[in-house]
């Protein structure tokens, strides 16, 4: 699809958003909804919108300005009623990445050994990071750059991710049975560390919802017990929702995997929305009549699908899935996981070009 082919007639309204996440009635045409892309370059360049991020003519400063800026020019040019947006110095520190080499470069992933903390010791002296430390001014900057309707979300990873990245997956599972204090205290000062930060950024008035990455499950099951879950994850899962609650603000949890044995907990949560779809697994039109009567349904446009299906077929399944989810409202468009960086492009236009089609207002 060529840029010509292409055009949306950026029209940002987050309370379209707002509206599926709160599941109230169908809003003026159907949103759309990614967890991350990997594709803001190449997109921006096929567009002709992309701002040169690499020149060594440029200063820090003058690339750093670059980069926000095709940063939101992606999402308005993309028809998207918000925009990624966070705070500054606020992390994890994590052990060393494997690699692996694929056709888009090396990819860095955690392998199941990997671990920081093994004992008391390594508990006591992890650089836990400094809440008070951490820099909100970008939520300030994102407020200074968004079109008029648009506002941003603001997310965070892992209440269970994280303490199993430090702990292992392999270390996580043997110390439930050798040092369960430990296991708590891990999760306990990750999990009361992410609160904070997703709270203070649901106090910012430029931004309209807040996310949180969570995978916890692969193709047939939960990664640990449900009983696991329960007892570690979903009580902070549910204080994170009370609080951002509080700020009026609604929230959604991405999380892989098959789910079925915990979706009621995640439901019971408070969460107003779920993403992270996959056909293996249960396919969205499935899980939207399964669920959306009791919880936004978003995304789900299978991976697999949109990377090996031709242009017309993404555009037939996209209107296959419009057909199936958007009815009564509660679902907004978008892939069953991020736009990877292996997702070809001109699917990914297609996709939303025939969600755009689909609406009120249509693409001219």
């Known amino acids: 699809?060529?840029?010509?082919?292409?055009?949306?007639?950026?029209?940002?309204?987050?309370?379209?958003?707002?509206?599926?996440?709160?599941?109230?009635?169908?809003?003026?045409?159907?949103?759309?909804?990614?967890?991350?892309?990997?594709?803001?370059?190449?997109?921006?360049?096929?567009?002709?919108?992309?701002?040169?991020?690499?020149?060594?003519?440029?200063?820090?400063?003058?690339?750093?300005?670059?980069?926000?800026?095709?940063?939101?020019?992606?999402?308005?040019?993309?028809?998207?009623?918000?925009?990624?947006?966070?705070?500054?110095?606020?992390?994890?520190?994590?052990?060393?990445?494997?690699?692996?080499?694929?056709?888009?470069?090396?990819?860095?992933?955690?392998?199941?050994?990997?671990?920081?903390?093994?004992?008391?010791?390594?508990?006591?002296?992890?650089?836990?990071?400094?809440?008070?430390?951490v820099d909100y001014s970008p939520l300030d900057d994102a407020a200074r750059r968004m079109p008029p309707g648009m506002k941003g979300i603001a997310g965070y990873c892992g209440i269970l991710e994280i303490p199993m990245w430090l702990l292992g997956y392999e270390g996580i599972s043997l110390m439930l049975y050798d040092d369960e204090p430990l296991v708590r205290d891990v999760f306990d000062a990750v999990a009361s560390r992410i609160v904070t930060y997703l709270d203070r950024c649901a106090a910012h008035p430029a931004v309209g919802a807040i996310q949180l990455g969570d995978d916890m499950g692969h193709r047939t099951q939960t990664m640990f017990a449900p009983e696991v879950l329960r007892r570690y994850v979903f009580p902070w899962h549910r204080r994170l929702v009370e609080a951002v609650h509080a700020r009026g603000k609604p929230i959604i949890l991405h999380a892989c995997g098959n789910l079925s044995a915990v979706m009621e907990d995640i439901i019971a949560c408070g969460w107003d929305a779920k993403h992270s779809f996959e056909d293996a697994i249960e396919p969205v039109w499935e899980a939207k009549a399964r669920w959306g009567s009791r919880i936004a349904i978003l995304g789900g446009f299978d991976m697999d699908k949109i990377t090996r299906m031709t242009e017309p077929e993404v555009r037939a399944h996209t209107r296959f899935l419009i057909d199936r989810c958007a009815p009564g409202g509660g679902?907004?468009?978008?892939?069953?996981?991020?736009?990877?960086?292996?997702?070809?492009?001109?699917?990914?236009?297609?996709?939303?070009?025939?969600?755009?089609?689909?609406?009120?207002?249509?693409p001219t």
């Open 1 to 133: 699809m060529s840029q010509t082919e292409f055009h949306m007639d950026p029209a940002p309204d987050f309370r379209r958003f707002e509206a599926v996440l709160r599941r109230e009635a169908a809003p003026d045409r159907l949103p759309f909804y990614e967890l991350f892309t990997q594709l803001v370059d190449p997109v921006l360049k096929r567009l002709g919108q992309w701002q040169d991020t690499a020149d060594p003519a440029l200063t820090d400063a003058e690339r750093e300005e670059r980069r926000r800026r095709n940063h939101f020019q992606y999402a308005l040019s993309l028809g998207y009623d918000y925009a990624g947006v966070g705070g500054r110095g606020f992390s994890f520190p994590l052990a060393e990445r494997a690699v692996g080499k694929t056709q888009q470069g090396n990819r860095h992933y955690i392998t199941g050994a990997g671990h920081m903390i093994a004992s008391r010791a390594d508990f006591e002296r992890f650089p836990w990071p400094d809440m008070d430390k």
């Open 331 to 362: 679902w907004a468009l978008g892939t069953g996981n991020s736009v990877a960086d292996y997702v070809p492009i001109d699917n990914f236009l297609a996709m939303l070009d025939e969600g755009a089609r689909a609406s009120n207002k249509e």
